[in-house]
């Protein structure tokens, strides 16, 4: 014969919560109170179509602050993300790099660029960036440095909004970072290379 077992009301909702499932993965309420200022700015870029909305803006922040490990900041103007210090440069002073640099030399400069980084990605991230299959993680961090969008299609990438004009630098950087051999297929932004081989 089942007997009553005394239990309180807490440890009732608990029980119900758990045969109903209520409290596993669902998200969890929090209030941000924010100056006024900070409101109206946030309702700015509501305003103006750059944010859909307060909740979609936060995300969005975190995301960014994960991707580029804001919380390596050491003091205003520099901070590392794994191993390599990261600055915010202007294009303008890049260029101007650039194009003090032999041209037959590009794709050389962009190959060292490129296994640089491979350095950097691999220590940061704990990936193969020749790894195909991590490939898109690897444009997700490059993409939140500013080098631009990089896509990926059968044997194709393409990359839109580059911060360097130069599509022979970018075919080496490429080479350098994937293991790859790549043709330039367009030579004005958004460009297209056409990978021939992979060198791993």
């Given amino acids: 014969m089942p007997r009553n077992i005394p239990c309180t009301r807490k440890e009732n909702g608990k029980r119900v919560g758990e045969i109903l499932g209520i409290g596993k993965g669902s998200a969890k309420r929090t209030t941000i109170i924010l100056d006024e200022e900070e409101r109206e700015f946030i309702d700015k870029l509501i305003r103006e179509g750059k944010e859909p909305g307060i909740k979609p803006l936060i995300s969005k922040m975190l995301d960014i602050y994960r991707s580029m490990m804001i919380y390596d900041w050491r003091f205003p103007g520099e901070y590392y993300c794994g191993i390599s210090r990261i600055v915010f440069l202007n294009v303008e002073l890049v260029n101007i790099l650039v194009h003090n640099i032999p041209k037959e030399k590009w794709r050389e400069v962009g190959r ?71 043709d330039i297929k367009t030579f004005t932004a958004p460009f297209v290379f056409e990978i021939k081989a992979s060198k791993t």
């Fill in 112 to 182: 060292k660029m490129g296994e640089a980084s491979k350095v950097y990605i691999e220590a940061t991230l704990g990936i193969r960036a020749t790894d195909l299959e991590k490939w898109l993680e690897v444009f997700k961090r490059l993409r939140v440095q500013g080098f631009g969008d990089f896509y990926v299609k059968d044997k194709y990438i393409m990359i839109k909004a580059p911060f360097i004009g130069e599509p022979e630098i970018w075919a080496g950087f490429l080479e350098g970072l994937l293991g790859v051999e790549l």
